[in-house]
């Protein structure tokens, strides 16, 4: 994915000018920072005097996101991580200048623990219901942690019955056990924090044996294996970045708090913990994107929460350059593709300014993008500590090409050295409705060619992607579920279906990867007759539009970069296809297309695929091509 870069100073120079010296060598994290922050502190003020609810311009309201005001909580709760690591590792400036205003970012986040928890004022974010699951109980986690990062400044100043109220409302979201994913982190973090700052303020108390039961429930969805990694699901497999944003933070929220105390959890955990971070600087590419893969992505660089908490708790197995050069490149990639709205002031719940809304899930409100803030822990990292002054490392994926392999999550990430992009391959993964269909089930997820959805169940787009049209009516389908899927040593194998106009389609698909090419081979039993269409990565439609042709190979470039198919078996057509509002990121795309119609029986289809920010030349990338398929 390329973007024109714009200065990562730009939206902060003005607050930093302004602003008193300096007591870190923060400039790439300030730049991202004090922008989100100005803006915070002008939407919250104008949403309420309360600062315990925030609601951003034209943003998207959820009646569970909401206080009894009815104006947005989650907003609030997303920045307190952030705010809290600022004002506990007592960074300058104190104060900052919002909407005509000086704020004093300690009183800020004092108000809002103040306001939000007292069931006396208006913006209340009300009790967690005791007989069903809710939002309130994730928001917990961190509104807890927050508290315990910045005790010291806050619960001082607090009166027992601020205390006494914070205390109400953190047990209320223990009420109701959420044990069936990740979300059992949310209440563990709670009771740990309750419990830990219940041995100072005895307005303060959590259960251990709840805790205990949470640790269990999630030590139940870990992978066999040296992975790491862990299942978002106890029903099926769902590897994605939870992994990331939840199940290697918490754990990490928790042992900082209470890991101590219980030292076989904390082995358990934490064993798991190091062979999950040996291998996360293999998600960065050059560019320092990370794969664009699954749901939750506008929560952006809150992949970097769990390393830089690592780093902290000298868990990071790798040098603070590496790391540094993975926060920094991370921070200016997404915030250069249009992370940040500057004129309402708030991050955008889509990932670009012109992306498609569908990469939002049916839970995304105006406060759910700031999940990303959490990563803004690194300001607890001492001034002095070489994470701010090493010089940065190369990434792996600027070092040489790499497959590596994850046995437990069966999964591939193919690094190549030429281009600097990342790939990220699955050969089993759950989530096939179709709000989730094309988070989840494409062949490979690029970091350099964003991904296109389409959330019904008659429509599908075909990126990275075959799909099955019935050409009497147009309707279209995907995968709707998997039956097996293994590694291979260079790329996966999967067996999946789908259902097309009440008929089962029955599909077992291998993939290769070699650099830029892919190698796919499909066995596909379907209805006769049935149309079925492979597709490339998408790319930014630039450019003029390849015609139609018979020949079963299309080559497509765009700028400096390069998708193309070439059909080997089964295929009779090969044509571009463009999309408008349907890519992630970008708001028209050309897809590489081939066509083939199923047989009777099983029907063999044969392509090499490619795509290359870099892109070679037409006959180039077709001789390549035809030496990736002898090779496979």
């Known amino acids: 994915m390329t973007f024109s870069r714009r200065s990562l100073f730009e939206g902060a120079a003005g607050l930093l000018l302004a602003a008193p010296a300096r007591s870190a060598p923060a400039p790439f994290a300030d730049a991202v920072f004090f922008p989100i922050l100005e803006g915070y502190l002008r939407n919250a003020a104008r949403t309420s005097p309360s600062l315990a609810v925030c609601d951003f311009p034209d943003g998207a309201l959820m009646p569970g996101s909401t206080a009894q005001s009815g104006k947005t909580y989650d907003s609030v709760s997303r920045m307190m991580p952030a705010l809290a690591a600022w004002v506990a590792s007592g960074r300058e400036p104190r104060r900052i200048r919002a909407a005509g205003r000086e704020f004093v970012v300690e009183d800020v986040l004092l108000e809002a623990f103040r306001n939000a928890f007292n069931p006396a004022n208006p913006d209340y974010w009300r009790a967690a219901p005791a007989d069903h699951q809710q939002q309130l109980q994730v928001e917990s986690s961190i509104v807890a942690w927050a508290l315990y990062v910045a005790a010291d400044q806050l619960l001082p100043r607090l009166t027992p019955s601020d205390r006494a109220n914070i205390q109400n409302w953190l047990a209320s979201c223990t009420r109701v056990p959420v044990r069936n994913n990740n979300w059992a982190w949310f209440t563990a973090v709670n009771q740990a924090v309750r419990i830990e700052l219940g041995r100072k303020w005895k307005e303060f108390s959590g259960d251990p044996a709840w805790m205990i039961d949470d640790l269990k429930a999630l030590d139940r969805m870990a992978i066999p294996g040296d992975d790491g990694w862990y299942t978002d699901s106890i029903r099926e497999e769902v590897y994605d970045y939870y992994n990331f944003w939840v199940f290697a933070s918490h754990y990490l929220y928790w042992n900082r708090v209470i890991g101590a105390q219980y030292p076989e959890w904390r082995r358990r955990f934490g064993a798991r913990l190091r062979r999950f971070l040996e291998r996360t600087p293999y998600f960065f590419a050059a560019n320092g994107s990370h794969v664009l893969f699954g749901r939750s992505l506008i929560y952006r660089w809150a992949v970097l929460t769990p390393l830089v908490l690592a780093y902290q708790q000298k868990l ?12 920094r490149r991370n921070l200016e990639y997404l915030w250069s593709a249009g992370a940040f709205d500057q004129d309402r002031g708030k991050l955008r719940e889509t990932l670009t300014a012109s992306g498609s809304r569908g990469i939002c899930e049916s839970y995304i409100d105006n406060g759910h993008p700031y999940w990303g803030m959490q990563a803004f822990a690194l300001y607890l990292i001492p001034p002095s500590d070489p994470f701010w002054t090493a010089p940065e490392e190369p990434l792996p994926v600027e070092k040489q090409s790499y497959r590596v392999p994850f046995a437990g999550p069966k999964m591939l990430l193919a690094g190549d050295r030429e281009t600097g992009e990342v790939r990220w391959i699955h050969s089993i993964n759950g989530h096939n409705e ?36 019935n050409p009497a009516t147009g309707e279209t389908t995907g995968r709707s579920g998997m039956t097996s899927g293994r590694l291979l040593v260079d790329g996966v194998e ?59 190979s299309v080559y497509i470039g765009q700028g400096k970069s390069a998708v193309a198919l070439y059909g080997l ?28 119609a199923a047989k009777q029986g099983i029907t063999i289809l044969e392509c090499v695929h490619y795509a290359s920010p870099a892109a070679k030349s037409p006959a180039e990338a077709a001789r390549l091509a035809r030496e990736a398929f002898r090779a496979r």
């Open 494 to 552: 999967r067996v999946w279906t789908a259902h097309l106009s009440g008929a089962a389609i029955q599909v077992k698909s291998t993939l290769r990867t070699t650099g830029a090419f892919e190698v796919r081979r499909h066995e596909v039993q379907a209805p006769a007759g049935t149309q079925l269409i492979e597709g490339s990565f998408a790319i930014p439609a630039e450019g003029a539009i390849p015609e139609a042709s018979s020949d079963p």
């Open 434 to 469: 179709p709000d989730y269909r094309d988070k989840y089930s494409k062949f490979a997820y690029s970091s350099h060619f964003p991904w296109s959805i389409a959330k019904t169940k008659s429509e599908c787009v075909w990126d990275a992607a075959l799909v099955f049209r």
């Open 316 to 327: 990071w197995p790798h040098s603070p350059g590496l790391l540094k050069a993975i926060v």
């Open 569 to 596: 078996q089964g295929y009779h057509r090969a044509f571009a296809e463009r999309s408008e509002g349907t890519n992630i990121a970008h708001r028209a795309v050309l897809i590489a297309s081939l066509e083939a």
